[in-house]
C-alpha cells in the first residue's frame, strides 16, 4: 500500500479528525481559562496576561468551526474595562452591540460610542468612532501606553465642545488618565500623556521648527480685550501670558539652544493644569490655537521601546493638520461666545 492511500484511507481521515478534535478541545479548554481569568481576577498582572494570550489566540480549524468568540480589540476593551473596574472607575461603561463587538460609553458623552481598532503590529488605538479618532493607543507587548495630541484636539476641542460645556468634557478626560495611571502603576507601563500632562517641567514641542512672530502679535491683541497680559520673556526668546490662579503660557524657545525649538509650556503652582485645560477652558487661548493651529500645532511624540533593553524612549513626530477647516470654523463659532474668561 502507498504512502498516498495511507493518507486517503478511511482509518487515516478518522485518525486526523480525532486528532483534529483533541486539539481543538484543548485550545478551547485552555480558552475558556483564559476567558474566566480575564473575569474574575482581581490581580492585575493576571488580568493583563490572560488578555495578552487572548489578543493573539487562534481558534481556527480546518475541521470543526469553533463557536462565536471575540476579536483581538475585544479583549482590549474588556482588558480596559476591568481594570477601570478593579479601581472602582464606573464613568465608563462596557457593552456588548448588535455585532457582538464590544464597546465603550463615557460619562458624560451620551452620544459618543468608543472602539479598540487593532494594527497589524498589535497595538490597539482607542478611537470615537462617529468622529474617527484615535484618542490613544496601547501596546500589550511592549507595555505602552501613548496619547495622540492632534486626535485629542479634533474630537474634544474643536468637535465635542459644540455640544458639551468644559466641565463635562474635563470629566470626560478623566478616566483616559486614571487608566493610564492604573497601567503605570499597577503594570509599569510607560505613560506618555501628551498634552495632558500636567508637570511645570513639560515643554510641548511644535511641529512647525520656525514660527513667525506675528503669531505671538496676534494673542499680544486679543489679550487687550480680556484682564489677562502678555509679557515678552528674556533674550526675545518668546511670550508668557498671565493668567488667573498663578497660571502661566509660555510659548517660547531656549536661547542657550543651537536649534532654537519652539514649545508650549505651562506652569502652575500645584501642577494641575494641563496645555489640554488651557484649550478647554479658556476661550482667548483656544481661538488663537484654532485660528493659528498650522504654526502651532504641537507635536505628537511617539514612545518607543529599544530592541536591546525594555527602557523607552521618546520621537517626536508631526501633528498632522488634516482639520484645518474645522478648527477654523470652531475658532470662528467661539468668537461668538462671551469674551469674559472661566
Known sequence: MTSNKMIDSPAARISALSDSFKN?????QRYVDLLDQLAQTGQAKDLLAAATALTTMDLQNAFIDFPQHYQAA??????????????QVKSVRINENGQHQFVAAIDPLDDAEFKFEVSGNGEAAFTEQHQAQ???????????????N?????????????????LELRDAIKPLIEFADELANDLNFTINLGILNTANSERFKLREPDLQLTVIDRLFVRTAETDYMLMNLPQN????????????????????DYHQEWAFQ???PGEQVSFFDLLLHYNLIRQWYLNDRAALAVQSAETMVTEDQNSAVTAD???????????????????TTEKKED
Do not use: C, W
Open 150 to 166: 492632534r486626535a485629542l484636539v479634533n474630537y474634544f476641542i474643536v468637535y465635542a465642545l459644540k455640544k458639551h460645556s468644559d
Open 237 to 256: 526668546s518668546g511670550a508668557e501670558l498671565l493668567l488667573d490662579r498663578g497660571i502661566k503660557l509660555d510659548l517660547s524657545f531656549d536661547p542657550d
Open 266 to 268: 505651562v506652569k502652575d
Open 24 to 28: 481543538v478541545l484543548k485550545r478551547g
Open 134 to 148: 484615535p484618542l490613544f493607543y496601547l501596546n500589550f507587548a511592549k507595555r505602552l501606553f501613548q496619547i495622540n
Open 74 to 87: 475585544d479583549y482590549y476593551m474588556l482588558f480596559m474595562g476591568r481594570l477601570l473596574e478593579m479601581h
Open 317 to 335: 513626530i508631526d501633528e498632522e493638520d488634516d482639520e484645518a477647516s474645522a478648527t477654523k470654523s470652531a475658532a470662528r463659532d467661539d468668537a
